[in-house]
């Protein structure tokens, strides 16, 4: 099967740890490359940001990331890529005059107004992945939430015209229905986890003696580390260390990053406060597997891969009960849930946890049982295939009786 995946401000290539680079870049590349292994082809578009980059990047046999000329090639916040996506769909309806795809599945809904438009000139089958919404961004941020005003609007007319949705918890089936999307159109296939780099077995990150919480997020305030340093203070001897953000090198000057360490010297925790910065994709494994706990204390969050990346490690969690945290995260089992931006409790089920070295190996070995079992990209894999080969005999189908 030919398979075309957009992908618009997150390109597979990225490094990952910056303002707009997570959990939907690992996701497309990881989903990619399963995809492959079963012997798809993929074009993977996203939007051309700098002007030295190549046309088309091979990434495997059968995976080829194509950067796509929308808007000044350089970085842009996507909040602002909203008015390139009439360029960036024309650019792909061309390319598809070569590479027409059977299927095309769109990750964030600006690549889905991109997809959407591009698909009428081939009648080619749309799958939408949201990865988040407007709609609870909004009720979480509020003035402080820079999407495009039309946002939201956009997303329930996307999923109305989408041929399938597919979400990725079961929080996202009842947000998607209050804004007006076809409960019809969607299937719940989440996210998942490479088992093979991820997983118990290998170098391990260097530590000392204290209990080591570790938390791996983009540094912005949503992501709820301010709580995990307030709830420092009650957690004696341990230490917090934060992966992401910007290399090490460059975290001087972020200011998020200075605001973090000025928390952590009014909680006096600073000496046991550690920001690692933004570290390369194969150095991950060995920092969950240094973690005798990961936190995971997010605002809000559409699915929460860094906790199932943990699990698959053999580390318990500690997470936020929201979004696709309370689908992945099994309260009392393969970790615990705890509220959101509740430095008091967080603090107790830390402290609990830590104390407890029967309760952390029993959660570790169910996170892994649970992420190989469920969560294996293969398996992922072979639920969306199965997706996009329905619609594509669907649309065969009309073809012929028409």
């Not at 260390?241 to 200075?258: F, I, K, M, S, T």
């Not at 293969?378 to 329905?390: C, H, K």
Request: proline content about 8%; some cysteine; aromatic content about 4%.
């Amino acid at each position: 099967m030919r398979i075309a995946m957009i992908s618009e401000h997150a390109s597979p290539l990225a490094a990952l740890g910056g303002v707009d680079a997570g959990g939907q870049n690992a996701h497309v590349a990881e989903l990619s490359a399963a995809l492959a292994a079963d012997g798809h082809d993929l074009r993977i578009y996203t939007r051309r940001d700098g002007p030295d980059l190549p046309d088309v990047v091979p990434v495997g046999a059968r995976v080829d990331v194509v950067h796509v000329p929308a808007g000044p090639a350089e970085p842009l916040p996507k909040d602002e890529l909203l008015p390139h996506m009439g360029a960036f769909a024309a650019w792909m309806a061309e390319d598809w005059a070569d590479h027409r795809p059977d299927v095309a599945h769109a990750h964030f809904w600006m690549s889905g107004l991109a997809t959407v438009t591009a698909a009428r000139a081939w009648d080619v089958p749309v799958v939408q992945t949201y990865h988040a919404l407007g709609s609870v961004k909004r009720r979480h941020q509020g003035s402080a939430d820079t999407s495009p005003p039309q946002r939201i609007g956009y997303e329930r007319a996307l999923g109305r015209a989408v041929d399938q949705i597919v979400v990725q918890c079961n929080d996202e089936i009842a947000e998607l229905v209050r804004i007006g999307a076809p409960r019809s159109r969607m299937v719940l296939i989440p996210s998942g986890v490479n088992a093979d780099r991820f997983n118990p077995d290998g170098p391990v990150a260097p530590r000392g003696d204290r209990p080591r919480i570790l938390t791996v997020a983009r540094l912005v305030e949503r992501k709820g580390v301010e709580d995990l340093i307030q709830a420092l203070r009650k957690v004696p001897r341990a230490e917090l260390v934060v992966v992401g953000g910007p290399p090490a090198g460059e975290l001087a000057g972020d200011p998020y990053a200075r605001r973090l360490l000025a928390v952590a010297d009014r909680c006096r925790v600073a000496d046991r406060v550690r920001l690692v910065g933004g570290v390369a994709a194969h150095e991950m494994p060995a920092w969950y597997r240094s973690a005798d706990v990961l936190a995971a204390t997010p605002w809000y969050e559409p699915f929460g891969l860094t906790a199932l990346e943990a699990m698959a490690c053999g580390v318990p969690v500690v997470a936020s009960a929201v979004g696709g945290l309370v689908d992945t995260v099994v309260d009392g089992v393969t970790g615990d849930l705890v509220p959101p931006r509740d430095p008091g409790t967080l603090a107790l089920t830390l402290r609990r946890l830590l104390s407890d070295d029967n309760r952390r190996i029993s959660y570790g070995a169910a996170a892994v049982d649970r992420a190989a079992r469920s969560y294996a990209w293969p398996r992922v894999a072979d639920r969306l295939t199965s997706t996009y080969q329905e619609l594509v005999d669907a649309r065969r189908g009309s073809e012929v009786a028409a």
